[in-house]
């Protein structure tokens, strides 16, 4: 089956610069998760939707950050404007059973967008 | 206090070797506990899953939960250069899942 499509890999804006990042979750997952991961650390979540529902959204910061996952399906994560501090790797991941794992519920991360704010 | 606490390491084990890989939770109405490995530069990847206390063999890693300590562990036996990463524990309360900081770990040939 296919993983978990992220893009860009890599985008380096300046300050004050919007970004946007695009996520297509695995076929059949109805759940999905946008974490931020910065160096050293582990991934911290910022928002998390069920079918395109966003369940979760407390720690995304909303002044800054939006997302929608339309139709249940891509998502996107858009920060306007960026401050240096957004610099980090943006990951996306999508939660459903797994065929691999005895069927038990897991999360599949796609490979991250890092973003460089300059 | 964090919700997910491991201690960041590095951990340094030789190669042959058992590496053992702590996390401790807060809450106690975490429902599943999940062990990710992430090699630099890339993505974590799910390595287990643990849902009952007791332990669970997958290959040379062995996960181990004890709820009333919330305590869960990794060990990784004949450790491997290859098992070189960061180590990330997550806990999953609800639809939620929540990361520990990661603990480096080093096999060293």
């Known amino acids: 089956e296919a993983g978990v499509v992220q893009s860009p890999r890599y985008k380096i804006i300046e300050k004050k610069q919007p970004v946007a990042f695009w996520c297509n979750p695995i076929s059949g997952h109805n759940t999905l998760y946008w974490y931020r991961q910065n160096l050293g650390q582990g991934p911290e979540l910022l928002i998390r939707y069920e079918n395109e529902e966003a369940v979760d959204d407390s720690q995304l910061p909303k002044d800054r950050f939006s997302a929608e996952r339309l139709k249940g399906v891509d998502s996107t994560l858009k920060i306007q404007p960026a401050e240096l501090g957004d610099s980090a790797v943006y990951l996306c991941a999508s939660g459903g059973l797994s065929p691999d794992r005895a069927g038990a519920n897991v999360l599949t991360f796609g490979a991250g967008s890092r973003l460089t704010v300059l | 206090q964090k919700e997910v606490e491991q201690n960041s390491g590095p951990l340094s084990v030789p190669e042959g070797a058992i590496a053992s890989l702590n996390c401790t939770y807060s809450d106690r109405g975490s429902q599943s506990f999940f062990w990710y490995r992430q090699y630099s530069g890339k993505s974590p990847e799910l390595i287990m899953f643990?849902?009952?206390?007791g332990d669970k063999e997958d290959g040379r890693f062995t996960a181990q939960l004890n709820k009333a300590s919330q305590y869960v562990s990794l060990l990784i036996r004949d450790s491997q250069p290859s098992d070189s990463a960061t180590y990330l524990c997550a806990v999953r309360k609800g639809g939620k899942l929540i990361f520990g900081q990661g603990t480096e770990l080093s096999v060293k040939p």
């Open positions: 643990i849902y009952s206390n």
